[in-house]
Structures are given as C-alpha cells and as structure tokens.
T-cell receptor, first 114, second 111 residues
Framework: DSGVTQTPKHLITATGQRVTLRCSPR?????VYWYQQSLDQGLQFLIQ???????AKGNILERFSAQQFPDLHSELNLSSLELGDSALYFC?????????????FGPGTRLTVL | SQQGEEDPQALSIQEGENATMNCSYK?????LQWYRQNSGRGLVHLIL?????REKHSGRLRVTLDTSKKSSSLLITASRAADTASYFC???????????FGTGTRLQVFP
C-alpha cells in the first residue's frame, strides 16, 4: 500500500459526459502527479501540482483539467469524453515534487467510455 | 513522444535466470529511475540513479547508466516468479522536475 488513494476504482460512462477523478496523496507529500495509461499510448504524464500550484504540464488535453486543493487532495476533471479516453488514470505523490523524489502511485481509476 | 524506450518489449525466462532490460533516452537527464508495475496496478519505485553515477545496486537489482550512450540497464539476478511484471524507466529532463516514462518491458518469469 503506497498511501495514495484514488476514487473511484472503476468508472463507466458514455461519450460526451464529464467525470471527476479524485486523489489523496500520501501524508506529508506536497506534490501530486496525474498520468494516463492506455494500451496504445503507454504511460503519459498529464500534469503536476505542488502545494496547490500547477508545476508542470504534459500531454493534457484541453478537455481535461485538474486542481490541487488546500488540503492537498487533487481532482482530475475529464469532459466531453471520447472513446479514446478509456484508460487507466493514475495519481502519484511525492514529498517535494523534485525529479529526485520517489513517486508513490495510487491504485488507479479505470475509466471506460462507451 | 516518449523520452525513454525500453528494450526488449517483452522477455520470458525461467526462475533462477537473470533478466536484463535496457532503456535508451534522447536528451540530457538529471537522473533516471526504474519502476515496476504488476498487471493493472500502480507503479512501484525500484531504484534511482543520478546522472553522475555509473552503477547502483539494491538487493537483486543492478542498474547501470551510460550517459555517453544515453542508455541504462536494469539487471534482475536469480529471478523469481514474483518478479513477473512490467518494468519502466523514467527520466527527468535536465533542469526540470518532470518524469517521463518509457514504453516498458514485460517480464514473465516461469517457475
């Protein structure tokens, strides 16, 4: 158990809908990362937050947005969902958000868009 | 595109054998990390090697880094069935804190 929690575990929805994925980092970790893992694209970095502020952005679509709240939990919002958004979405946390940090991954949310 | 590319994509060995996975990357890095992922689960950190290090050990794991060739290798010695998983390298671009994961090697260890 990494100490990172993600909810929900599974999500099934239809194209065009909007969903929110939630992540609680390990106690004491200030940085949160979001990743998307699909069969054809591998593990893609989406976005990183540090202490409530966006720190780095990856291949995140405009239809996706994220935020980190004062209690350090984070939410990833996916809107106008398409079939291709079906994937595993992972959240990870680290103490300082530095590249030398170990990232601790949550169990993931499996999103299926029908 | 992915910063790191692992080779081979898939590897099957018998218990007790050694497994070697390679990672190549394209630009200068601060450090390189290896992670393991059991099927459908979250990734677990294995080891970090900094750009000024050439070799690092952790238990049955040995990681090497050759910055002149922009490549790293992960050696798992005396493999066990429980080592069956996907292994990813992750590189941090020079002067950034962003980790970019490679495509992964799927290791299958048969008992």
């Amino acid at each position: 158990d990494s100490g990172v929690t993600q909810t929900p575990k599974h999500l099934i929805t239809a194209t065009g809908q909007r969903v929110t994925l939630r992540c609680s980092p390990r106690s004491g970790d200030l940085s949160v990362y979001w990743y998307q893992q699909s069969l054809d694209q591998g593990l893609q970095f989406l976005i990183q937050y540090y202490n409530g502020e966006e720190r780095a952005k990856g291949n995140i679509l405009e239809r996706f947005s994220a935020q980190q709240f004062p209690d350090l939990h984070s939410e990833l919002n996916l809107s106008s969902l398409e079939l291709g958004d079906s994937a595993l979405y992972f959240c990870a946390s680290s103490p300082r958000g530095a590249s030398t940090d170990t990232q601790y991954f949550g169990p993931g949310t499996r999103l299926t868009v029908l | 595109s992915q910063q790191g590319e692992e080779d081979p994509q898939a590897l099957s060995i018998q218990e007790g054998e050694n497994a070697t996975m390679n990672c190549s990357y394209k630009t200068s890095i601060n450090n390189l990390q290896w992670y393991r992922q059991n099927s459908g689960r979250g990734l677990v950190h294995l080891i970090l090697i900094r750009s000024n290090e050439r070799e690092k050990h952790s238990g049955r794991l040995r990681v090497t880094l050759d910055t002149s060739k922009k490549s790293s290798s992960l050696l798992i010695t005396a493999s066990r069935a429980a080592d069956t998983a996907s292994y990813f390298c992750a590189t941090a671009f020079y002067n950034t804190d962003k980790l970019i994961f490679g495509t992964g090697t799927r290791l299958q260890v048969f008992p």
